[in-house]
T-cell receptor, first 112, second 116 residues
């Protein structure tokens, strides 16, 4: 069965520091992978997606993610975090059908 | 940029009452979805809808739930007789294409449903 694991429930970083949020997936075929961000009281905004091709994908707000098939991972990175990046981040895999399967999310806190 | 809009943003309902959550998907999108997020838990798929019929539903989507596209713009989720455990944030999403396509799902801001 398809699943997504985000091992870190809560991460705290200082503004300007680098960030890496972990995501591992379980899926039998080539996965479609997504990162969404949810700011307080708001919906899910797509940060980036991977379908095929280059395993390093660029997204909005300076985020990038790297697909590593050998590790079943799709970690999200940002070289320098801004206070406005504080939010909840969800990794998701597109299943064989229409649905998205989400991880439990990682809450990012940014200290000035 | 086009958005998925959901109304109301917050709905408070007595247990046992019917509730209808409304969504206006992005206008050229053909696939529509409902997800829910119980407080502190992950976002869960409920149902997908295409060509005026359900294409997939989860085990959560039982007989108490129904979806409808009553006109060319709205997409609704109805819960017939609400239970306390239906309290959650409900997200509507839409996409140009479905399934294993390269078109991502775009989400609305959600409706927070509180059952008393």
């Amino acid at each position: 069965a398809q699943s997504v694991t985000q091992p870190d429930i809560h991460i705290t970083v200082s503004e300007g520091a680098s960030l890496e949020l972990r995501c591992n997936y379980s899926y039998g075929a080539t996965p479609y992978l997504f990162w969404y961000v949810q700011s307080p009281g708001q919906g899910l905004q797509l940060l980036l997606k991977y379908f095929s091709g280059d395993t390093l994908v660029q997204g909005i707000k300076g985020f990038e993610a790297e697909f590593k098939r050998s590790q079943s991972s799709f970690n999200l990175r940002k070289p320098s975090v801004h206070w406005s990046d504080a939010a909840e981040y969800f990794c998701a895999v597109g299943a064989a059908t229409d649905k998205l399967i989400f991880g439990t999310g990682t809450r990012l806190q940014v200290f000035p | 940029e086009p958005e998925v809009t959901q109304t109301p943003s917050h709905q408070v309902t007595q247990m046992g009452q019917e509730v209808i959550l409304r969504c206006v998907p992005i206008s050229n999108h053909l696939y529509f979805y409902w997800y829910r997020q119980i407080l502190g838990q992950k976002v869960e798929f409920l149902v997908s809808f295409y060509n005026n019929e359900i294409s997939e539903k989860s085990e959560i989507f039982d007989d108490q739930f129904s979806v409808e596209r009553p006109d060319g713009s709205n997409f609704t989720l109805k819960i017939r007789s609400t239970k306390l455990e239906d309290s959650a944030m409900y997200f509507c999403a839409s996409s140009e294409q479905g399934g294993r396509s390269n078109q991502p799902q775009h989400f609305g801001d959600g409706t927070r449903l509180s059952i008393l």
